[in-house]
Structure formats: C-alpha cells, structure tokens
C-alpha cells in the first residue's frame, strides 16, 4: 500500500484549476470578496422573469415574521401613549 503526499506543486496545481476563468489575482493573494466581485461581476440586463415565485414554506416564514413585526409595533406604540 502506498501512501501519496500533497506537495507545494500539486496544492498550487489544485487552486490554479480552482480560479480558472476568474479575473484579477490580488483576491487570490490576501482575502477580499470585493475585489473578487469587482473584478468578476457581469451586470445582468434581463428582467425578473427567471425567478421562482416563493414557495409554501418562505410564505409562512414571512406570515410569522408579519405577524411578530406587528406584535412589537403594538407593544411600542403601547409603551409611547403610556
């Protein structure tokens, strides 16, 4: 059984096939996600209508958000005619 141990090249090799295709390299030096953005990014021209409408479970979610958002108002609005 033999065993293969990672070197420099190899891990160079692995993050050189990683970023291909992606413009700038000063991201790929120091940690920036907005120089990698910036330097990445295409505008999209189109209109909405590749998204999906909101399923079942995001519409709950959103009910029960409404619904404690308008609970804390009430309790607000309560404290301030006190």
Request: zero cysteines; proline letters at 1%.
């Amino acid at each position: 059984m033999s065993t293969k141990v990672k070197t420099k090249n190899v891990t160079e090799d692995i993050f050189a096939q990683a970023w291909e295709g992606f413009a700038g390299t000063d991201w790929q030096e120091k940690a920036s996600v907005s120089r990698f953005v910036q330097a990445n990014y295409t505008p999209y021209n189109g209109d909405e209508s590749f998204l999906a409408g909101a399923t079942e479970r995001s519409l709950k979610i959103k009910k029960i958000v409404e619904k404690t958002k308008a609970s804390f108002l009430l309790v607000i609005s309560l404290k301030k005619t006190n």
